[in-house]
């Protein structure tokens, strides 16, 4: 497994942007795909974007398509969610998570999660 830590969270208005980042232990991080979700209070945690372990392939939820950008970066173990255009629905804590299969929007097959970083957007 992969310890991860994410960072950049913090109170933003709409329309804002802010980027997350999320950093990996070990020397394998390449070998995993990664994925950033979020869990709004009261709600299930939801799929937000994902990303192949090259980073040449990506997938985001419908609710993100053109407002969110996952990237990452394996000489630094970081996997990035650069996010624009918030929307106060927005609001929630985004957790980061490693898969040793592939990139998937199924929370089932990630192992390895990070603690989160709170994302509030006021209208």
């Known amino acids: 497994q992969v310890h991860l830590v994410e960072s950049g969270g913090g109170l933003v208005q709409a329309g804002g942007s802010l980027r997350l980042s999320c950093a990996a232990s070990?020397?394998?991080?390449?070998?995993?795909?990664m994925g950033w979700f979020r869990q709004a209070p009261g709600k299930e945690r939801e799929f937000v974007a994902t990303?192949?372990?090259?980073?040449?392939?990506?997938y985001y939820a419908d609710s993100v398509k053109g407002r969110f950008t996952i990237s990452r970066d394996n000489a630094k173990n970081t996997v990035y969610l650069q996010m624009s255009s918030l929307k106060p629905e927005d609001t929630a804590v985004y957790c980061c998570?490693?898969?040793?299969?592939?990139?998937?929007?199924?929370?089932?097959?990630?192992?390895?999660w990070g603690q989160g970083t709170q994302v509030t957007v006021s209208s």
């Open positions: 998570a490693a898969s040793s299969l592939y990139y998937t929007h199924s929370t089932a097959s990630y192992a390895s």
């Open positions: 070990g020397r394998t991080f390449s070998r995993y795909a």
């Open positions: 990303i192949s372990q090259s980073g040449s392939s990506t």
